[in-house]
T-cell receptor, first 111, second 114 residues
């Protein structure tokens, strides 16, 4: 069974601060995705990275896939209250084209 | 464009009762998935389908059944509800598989078994 560990589990910061969320595994994944989930809703895809060492930017969010395709990070610059939510990483593998999800990081950005 | 719809949104069951969680997508996606999410946890795959008439087990299939008679619909059946099945259930669909990106989740069904 492939496992993805996310850290930290909870993060509470002030508006304007920077933060990084980590997603680590001992397994190699064909792709790594990051989702954001708000209360009462399903996860929404933010980004997919597929190449080792790949870096993608989405406004104030920067996503990186590790060189060995076993880990990933999400960095948010100048966090805003609207960034509050549950951030989930998910690794792609297997013939079912399915995803293995991490346990999530609950981010709270205080105004 | 409705995307992925799930019904009901909430449900309370007694132990031993049965129910079907409905999932429909209007994007003509081949791949459909059922996940469950327990409090403070990530999502675990229950069952998946790569096309009409084809289904297979995921990581936690015990106590559930599925069918895929059409491309659009992928219902999840609970035959004998147990407290351990209290969770939020998400249906998802994708054209080429969730790992390729561009997967879409429904809004979820919150199920409580008492």
């Amino acid at each position: 069974t492939q496992l993805l560990e996310q850290s930290p589990q909870f993060l509470s910061i002030q508006e304007g601060e920077n933060l990084t969320v980590y997603c680590n595994s001992s397994s190699v994944f064909s792709s790594l995705q990051w989702y954001r989930q708000e209360p009462g809703e399903g996860p929404v895809l933010l980004v997919t990275v597929v190449t080792g060492g790949e870096v993608k930017k989405l406004k104030r969010l920067t996503f990186q896939f590790g060189d060995a395709r076993k880990d990933s990070s999400l960095h948010i610059t100048a966090a805003q209250p609207g960034d509050t939510g549950l951030y989930l990483c998910a690794g792609g593998a297997g013939s079912a084209r399915q995803l293995t999800f991490g346990s999530g990081t609950q981010l709270t950005v205080l105004p | 464009n409705a995307g992925v719809t799930q019904t009901p949104k909430f449900r309370i069951l007694k132990i031993g009762q049965s129910m079907t969680l409905q999932c429909t997508q209007d994007m003509n996606h081949n791949y459909m998935y059922w996940y469950r999410q327990d409090p403070g946890m990530g999502l675990k795959l229950i069952y998946y389908s790569v096309g009409a008439g084809i289904t297979d087990k995921g990581e936690v299939p015990n106590g559930y059944n599925v069918s895929r008679s059409t491309t659009e619909d992928f219902p999840l059946r609970l035959e004998l509800a147990a407290p351990s099945q209290t969770s939020v259930y998400f249906c998802a669909s994708s054209l080429k598989g969730m790992d390729a990106g561009k997967g879409y989740f429904g809004p979820g069904t919150r199920l409580t078994v008492l």
